[in-house]
């Protein structure tokens, strides 16, 4: 039973910013400072709260609200599909949104099951890969956006502070500003925008001497970075033998 609760965003979305505040901390305690942080969707709010815009028990009340409104939403569905986002824009409708870009060919969309549903038929007529995602909404789509009002005014009630450690915004895949970090109309946009994660990963991964530690329940992060980083040094190997060739 508890498993199934699991299974519900109310329950799942505070257990794993729990668990990722849980295992942040115990790096910390273990002196392992991160000098910049990147999060995944509901992690950039444990990214958030360990850089100081959020103090604890506010974001624990953001995650749990955010978590139950959430649930209050019809069904949705997600999708990964082996496609860029250039290639995959054709495919998408007021219906389908992009939901999350992790990587150079990887990229994962969300809507209504029966939108979802006819996007698969349409993807493997054309023989392109792509897997339906475990999950009961359509997070990061345009289904989450009757949920704007009630979500700014929650945000709006907490204060925001200047983040004392850099972390990469999901919403623009890069750096956060300090006005975005303190603005409740980011943490709108970032409820439902597209999850630029690769251009995240690509843009720490342009610092020099970088480590990257996963603070998770998996390795599936892990995975979209050493992913990123082969399909890097394939462009470089082939950038090489084109130029020299020329």
């Not at 549903?117 to 345009?142: D, G």
């Amino acid at each position: 039973q508890e498993l199934q609760l699991l299974q519900q965003t109310t329950y799942a979305q505070p257990v794993m910013f729990a668990l990722e505040y849980a295992l942040a901390q115990l790096w910390i305690s273990w002196g392992v400072r991160p000098q910049s942080l990147i999060g995944y969707s509901l992690g950039e709010y444990t990214a958030a709260c360990i850089a100081g815009v959020l103090t604890l028990p506010d974001a624990i009340m953001l995650v749990a609200r955010r978590a139950q409104l959430i649930q209050s939403l019809p069904p949705g569905a997600m999708m990964a599909v082996a496609l860029s986002e250039t290639e995959l824009l054709p495919y998408l409708s007021t219906a389908v949104s992009l939901a999350i870009i992790n990587g150079p060919s990887m990229c994962v969309v969300a809507g209504p099951l029966d939108a979802i549903e006819e996007m698969s038929k349409q993807l493997r007529q054309h023989e392109i890969a792509h897997r339906r995602l475990s999950t009961t909404h359509a997070f990061h789509s345009s289904m989450m956006a009757t949920l704007e009002p009630a979500y700014l005014a929650l945000v709006q009630s907490i204060p925001l502070h200047k983040p004392q450690i850099p972390f990469v915004s999901n919403v623009t895949g890069t750096w956060i500003t300090n006005e975005e970090a303190t603005d409740p109309g980011y943490w709108v946009r970032h409820l439902c925008q597209t999850v630029r994660f690769a251009d995240g990963v690509r843009l720490l991964c342009q610092q020099p001497k970088t480590v990257m530690l996963e603070v998770g329940p998996g390795q599936m992060l892990s995975s979209l970075v050493l992913q990123h980083l082969s399909s890097q040094a394939v462009s470089s190997r082939s950038e090489e033998r084109r130029v020299g060739k020329e």
